[in-house]
């Protein structure tokens, strides 16, 4: 069945960097968009980035748009999240997700992984 997986989260202090991945497995996701999304404690979960299938389409919520870049390896089946100038209001648990395009999703969630910035 289809899997996404996260990694690479982790403890920083503010101003550091972190690289998450994503890799999707059990399906054929040929012309999927990929997006990050995070949810902080007692918040619900919001939008970070989307990237299309080629790479060539991006997108960034305001918060990170100049600090994250998002970007995909197709061979890999991963897409990644590139995280400079880490804020404390950047923790939270990042999840990826899969969809038709860059504005719908699928029901693919997978565990998260938890960032964590310290002032």
């Known amino acids: 069945q289809v899997q996404l997986v996260e990694s690479g989260g982790g403890s920083v202090q503010a101003g550091g960097s972190l690289r998450l991945s994503c890799v999707a497995s059990?399906?054929?996701?040929?012309?999927?968009?990929m997006g990050w999304f995070c949810q902080a404690p007692g918040k619900e979960r919001v939008f970070v980035a989307a990237?299309?299938?080629?790479?060539?389409?991006?997108s960034y919520s305001d918060s990170v748009k100049g600090r994250f870049t998002i970007s995909r390896d197709n061979a890999k089946s991963t897409v990644y999240l590139q995280m400079n100038s880490l804020k404390p209001e950047d923790t939270a648990v990042y999840y990826c997700?899969?969809?038709?395009?860059?504005?719908?999703?699928?029901?693919?969630w997978g565990q998260g992984t938890q960032v964590t910035v310290s002032s």
């Open positions: 990237i299309s299938w080629s790479g060539i389409r991006t």
């Open positions: 997700n899969a969809g038709p395009s860059m504005e719908s999703w699928y029901n693919y």
């Open positions: 059990g399906g054929t996701f040929i012309g999927t968009a």
